[in-house]
């Protein structure tokens, strides 16, 4: 696998890694127990340039390209998912669409201090009826003046409650049904922004997601992105860098359950010898490990094909669909060869197997990948 990457790449996995084991890893469970965003970490990752991997040094960022983006987000979520879900929505889906369709100013007000860490990017597109179907959004932003006047309720918002600039999809004419949607950027402390209570989450426990509503929200006419019309493709665009990033998430938890696996099938005596000597147990480590590579060449090859500047949408759902699903039962066999233990919080395979389920429904679940994918072959994309 490594022979597959440059010399800039193994580096920066070195890198990531020994940061992630010096500085997340002795908080990793605590903060999930707590649900508590390490703000003391997270300081240190800004300086580091995570909060702007793709970002050019001249604007802030670190000026490294996608597949050091992939192997940045795996090696955090290796050590915490619910870190790594945040340096993913942040980069993918609040920085590159600003990069990607913000005018000069735009990039210039919001782009540096959200590389440098100073400020925090969330992605609010989903709301209690719009979900999978991006075109069933009901937000909505009155045009008055040099000003919109939004109203929005999102749910489940990643990086909701410490989100400083928010990329919010609404509709400026909802007499154009799917074309009516736009996407405006509104920022905390602005009146009538609103941050709801965290949600009690299942796993991703670190990460603030909550709901953000938006109660005649005036916002600055200045801060449409692109222009009107524009918000499912702004948001297509950006999912397709997002979706590889969850890849790399996925592959991420899925290494750290199968490193787990290995180092208690090794210790764990049954019938007089270590249980990595029963062929059960390394019938489940052979089909983790086959596992683990093949998802982590897949987002290897959407992040090489985005550098390329070639077609990679297509790359980036199979990736997410396969990784997502490779990490969930990955985790569910790191369990099952820690027998009891594997279902004690004393024990980490717990926690990536919470951390590894929502891999399938954020960011598009499963379903909608494959219906992404069958569309790309029928169609001879």
């Not at 010399?7 to 903060?31: G, M, N, W, Y």
């Not at 099938?265 to 086959?290: K, L, N, S, W, Y």
């Amino acid at each position: 696998m490594e022979m597959l990457l440059e010399e800039k790449h193994r580096t920066l996995r070195q890198s990531v890694r020994r940061f992630c084991d010096r500085e997340l890893r002795p908080i990793a469970a605590q903060i999930d127990q707590e649900a508590r965003f390490p703000w003391e970490v997270i300081q240190k990752m800004g300086a580091l340039g995570y909060f702007g991997i793709q970002v050019p040094k001249t604007l802030g960022g670190a000026g490294l390209d996608a597949v050091s983006y992939a192997i940045a987000i795996e090696e955090i979520s290796r050590v915490s998912a619910a870190i790594g879900l945040c340096l993913s929505v942040h980069n993918s889906v609040a920085v590159y669409p600003i990069m990607a369709f913000g005018s000069q100013a735009q990039i210039d007000q919001w782009v540096p201090p959200l590389a440098r860490g100073e400020k925090i990017g969330a992605f609010c597109l989903t709301e209690p009826n719009a979900g999978s179907d991006a075109g069933g959004i009901e937000a909505t932003a009155r045009s008055d003046g040099d000003t919109y006047v939004v109203n929005a309720n999102k749910v489940f918002v990643t990086n909701g409650g410490i989100a400083d600039v928010c990329l919010i999809f609404c509709r400026t004419d909802p007499a154009a049904g799917r074309r009516g949607i736009s996407v405006v950027v509104a920022e905390r402390g602005t009146d009538g922004f609103v941050v709801g209570d965290l949600e009690d989450l299942c796993g991703m426990r670190a990460n603030p997601v909550c709901s953000i509503r938006l109660n005649d929200c005036r916002v600055p006419r200045a801060n449409l992105l692109a222009r009107e019309g524009m918000g499912l493709k702004i948001g297509l665009a950006a999912l397709d860098t997002g979706r590889m990033g969850i890849g790399a998430q996925a592959v991420g938890i899925a290494q750290a359950a199968l490193e787990e696996a290995v180092r208690y099938a090794r210790q764990r005596q049954q019938f007089g010898v270590p249980i990595e000597r029963h062929q059960a147990i390394q019938t489940m480590i052979a089909d983790m490990a086959t596992g683990v590579d093949a998802a982590r060449l897949m987002v290897y090859r959407a992040a090489a094909r985005k550098d390329r500047r070639l077609p990679f949408s297509r790359e980036s759902a199979m990736a997410k669909l396969f990784a997502s699903e490779t990490a969930t039962r990955v985790t569910d066999m790191a369990v099952q060869i820690h027998g009891g233990y594997g279902y004690s919080k004393s024990y980490p395979v717990e926690r990536y197997y919470r951390d590894a389920r929502v891999t399938r429904i954020y960011e598009g679940t499963s379903e909608i990948h494959r219906m992404v994918i069958a569309k790309s072959v029928l169609d001879g994309v």
